[in-house]
């Protein structure tokens, strides 16, 4: 019911920014939004995660003061800013939306990627050096 869309995905060189979007489509509900990243050969990994609020964040501790999560509601899209981009950020990066959860557990719960309900189909970044 809920289709999640994203996009900025772009080549940059390492010291550079990004702002990636996720619009979302269906089904309106207060959700979580969270960020996950993959790079070939490797599992897919939490980034970031943000409330249905916007006031509760959590970032992964490789990005953790450069990337900033942030929501639009009214225009129901997720953002993520992307900056001092290091070769490692380099992977396919993706929101997915937790609908069911009520409240924030805990910070581990939103890295768990089968707490997310729907996922886009993911945008390339990648980080030249």
């Known amino acids: 019911q809920v289709q999640l869309v994203e996009s900025g995905g772009a080549l940059v060189q390492a010291g550079g920014s990004l702002r990636l979007s996720c619009a979302a489509s269906g089904r309106t509900s207060r959700y979580a939004m969270g960020w996950f990243r993959q790079a070939p050969g490797k599992e897919r990994e939490f980034v970031a995660v943000?409330?249905?609020?916007?006031?509760?964040?959590h970032y992964a501790g490789s990005v953790k003061g450069r990337f900033t999560i942030s929501r639009d509601n009214a225009n129901n899209t997720v953002y993520l800013q992307m900056n001092s981009l290091k070769p490692e950020d380099t992977a396919v990066y993706y929101c997915?939306?937790?609908?069911?959860?009520?409240?924030?557990?805990?910070?581990?719960?939103?890295?768990?990627?089968?707490?997310?309900?729907?996922w886009g189909q993911g945008t390339q970044v990648i980080v030249s050096s």
């Open positions: 943000i409330s249905w609020s916007g006031v509760r964040t």
């Open positions: 997915a939306a937790d609908v069911h959860s009520r409240d924030w557990y805990s910070d581990s719960y939103f890295e768990r990627t089968n707490e997310y309900d729907y």
